[in-house]
């Protein structure tokens, strides 16, 4: 007698659970009662029982837990995560007791429930018993409908999107012709075929199958939610994204550059334009500028353009707490995501999802729409700028950056000033207080709400903040990070001490770097002044240059070690030592030496002639 093995005695089946000195904790199989101990005497006669027997006395049938769909498996793991905290007190009836009590708290069901999913495990030891009952009802298809299903999911359900009587006769063609392709007496009606898709259609299945994921995320999904004051019931929730501009630019004199990259922060409730980079780097890049123009005031940030706003007109100088982004390399990178450190959050959503940041894409829509219309025959892309024969839209580009820059600040300007918003959710609260249908009249009411959540920094902290970072290491010569040496008074022991520490560095201008403790930044000036004011790939490249040639030259001071040697041993082997020098008197020796080899510099260089 084992552990797990079965037993029967009148009709009943038990299955020992454990077994300790003279006594067994079992359970009875059919019933399906709570495990209690008894003395092995007494069951010693019970005669063997299989699984077989016992499955075939119960309703309860087993599965392998892969054959499953993924709803019942999902409701078998779930049932036995209730159950598993109870397994390991199973012979102890207090603890027993207990555990059960508490689990039925915790998941907020009866204890009942609890006991039944524990007995029904540990009388067939097997997690597919945990499994709910299957539908009876549902007839078994037959040969005709499993052939329509088949030819449903081939030939229908695909992303070629044949049309229901392509898949029916394909259907024929593959199902019920035979090997010289003749139809055959029996086949199921276009109509019974089109009865079958309409009873078992799901729409779901039919979007994604047919038009992809992306597509149906986009266009069919379900809009149940409150829209943006679900996702962002506040101000503060700022979303951010990247667009090539649809125009072309030329430089001062006249030479096309390209099209320009727009980089923006739009906040997710207002629909405020917080900040703007206009550039012709991407990635980080674009993205610290981004974040400076947050933080701007944006009074004077559109004097410098020549606009005239009133602070109302754009009255953002802080920082949304939390910043949403799709995965692009630029947001995804360690620079950005130090932005953290400020108190933001940073919430990256799935790749080819722009309708979860519908706010900042309706965004670039409404102000390219804006200024297009006006700049027709100056460089803009038409709709039809990739078809054959199309007119070279290059050839037509006439502003430069800095006046296509002002002419998007003023559309800007309009998108949060003047732009009408008509279907905002407006809250009684702002019926009452009047609140203007524009992004920049609903920011300013809800920064006086409660729940607006924005974060003040300043432009130096921030931009520190965002410097990408390396490890530094104190040596005796200084601070050395990127191969080059930094110093900073105050900081002799670190510097006998050694250690590694982390820096943030600038990779436009090597002149400092910023040693990081305890959030704060200490600055390190460069001490090799050669390097002062340089890039960093300009620095890289002088000092892979000093390594080629210094490489080049292994070889030739090896050879003069060489050289050098011999000429010592050469000049060394014409003379030999006898080992009687006379050393004495080696003062009166020395004074005559130096009176027989002196020179007068002087006359020899001509100062006497």
């Known amino acids: 007698m084992r552990k797990n093995d079965l037993i029967q005695y009148n009709g009943t089946i038990f299955r020992i659970l454990a077994i300790n000195d003279s006594n067994a904790l079992v359970i009875d199989c059919l019933k399906r009662n ?14 063997p029982c299989t699984e077989q027997e016992l499955t075939e006395q119960t309703d309860v ?29 199973i012979s102890d009836d207090k603890m027993r007791s207990l555990v059960i009590s508490r689990i039925a708290d915790e998941h ?23 499994a709910p009952k299957r539908n009876k009802e549902d007839k078994p298809l037959t040969k005709d409908e499993k052939n329509m299903r088949w030819a449903l999911n081939k030939f229908f359900y695909t992303k070629n999107q044949n049309s229901l009587t392509t898949a029916y006769t394909l259907m024929l063609k593959y199902k019920y012709s035979d090997s010289t392709g003749s139809l055959l007496p029996e086949f199921p009606t276009f109509n019974q075929f089109r009865y079958f898709y309409r009873k078992h259609r799901n729409m779901q299945t ?17 809009l149940t939610g409150d829209g943006v004051q679900e996702f962002a019931p506040a101000i503060g929730v700022g979303m951010l994204d990247s667009t090539i501009c649809d125009i072309y630019l030329v430089d001062d004199v006249g030479n096309l550059i390209g099209r320009p990259l727009l980089t923006a922060c739009v906040d997710a409730y207002s629909g405020l334009c ?18 400076l123009s947050v933080i701007t005031d944006k009074v004077e940030l559109c004097k410098r353009f020549g606009i005239s706003i009133n602070a109302e007109d754009w009255n953002c100088k802080q920082l ?34 722009p309708e979860l940041k519908g706010s900042v894409e309706k965004f670039f829509d409404l102000v390219q729409d804006l200024y297009k219309p006006h700049l027709k025959g100056k460089g803009v892309i038409e709709p039809d700028y990739q078809e054959r024969g199309a007119h070279d839209y290059r050839k037509d580009a006439c502003l430069t950056l800095e006046s296509f820059e002002t002419i998007l600040l003023r559309c800007i300007v309009y998108y949060n000033s003047q732009r009408i918003i008509e279907n905002f959710p407006y809250t009684e609260d702002m019926l009452s207080a009047n609140v203007q249908p524009n992004a920049s009249a609903i920011w300013n009411w809800n920064m006086t709400q409660p729940g607006a959540n924005l974060i003040s920094v300043d432009r130096e902290r921030l931009m520190l903040t965002l410097l990408p970072r390396t490890t530094g290491t104190f040596t005796r010569h200084g601070l050395k990070v990127n191969q080059m040496r930094y110093a900073h008074d105050g900081y002799t022991e670190a510097y006998l001490s050694g250690g590694t520490v982390t820096v943030a560095y600038n990779p436009d201008d090597v002149s400092c770097v910023w040693l990081i403790e305890n959030g704060s930044y200490t600055r390190f000036d460069l001490i090799e002044n050669r390097f002062a004011g340089k890039r960093l790939t300009t620095v890289q490249a ?50 005559r030496e130096q009176r027989r080899s002196h020179v007068d510099y002087a006359k020899v260089g001509g100062a006497n002639d």
């Not at 709570?34 to 005669?47: D, G, K, L, Q, R």
Request: with cysteine; hydrophobic share 35%; proline share 3%.
């Open 108 to 130: 907020e069901i009866c204890k009942q429930t609890v006991r039944n999913y524990l007995c029904l495990y540990l009388a067939y030891q097997n997690i597919s018993a945990l």
């Open 274 to 291: 917080c900040g703007y980079s206009l550039s012709w780097e991407g990635g980080v890049y674009s993205l610290r500028g981004l974040m």
């Open 206 to 222: 039919y979007y994604i199958s047919r038009n992809g994921l992306k597509n149906y995320q986009r266009n069919n999904r379900p």
């Open 542 to 591: 002088m000092q892979t240059a000093q390594k080629a040639i210094i490489k080049d030259s292994v070889q030739d001071n090896l050879q003069a070690k060489i050289d050098l040697a011999d000429h010592i041993c050469t000049i060394a082997s014409a003379t030999g030592s006898t080992g009687k020098t006379q050393i004495k008197s080696v003062r009166e020796n020395r004074k």
């Open 61 to 89: 049938e087993l599965f392998d837990i892969e054959s499953l769909d993924a709803a019942t498996r999902k409701i078998v793991h779930d049932r036995y995560t209730i159950i598993a905290g109870v397994l390991p007190f």
């Open 320 to 353: 949304p707490a939390t910043l949403i982004t799709d995965k692009g390399s630029e947001y995804k990178s360690a620079n950005f995501e130090q932005i953290a450190e400020l108190g933001v959050k940073v919430v990256n959503l799935p790749p080819y999802r």
């Open 34 to 47: 709570m495990p209690h101990w008894c003395n092995i005497a007494n069951i010693e006669s019970f005669a």
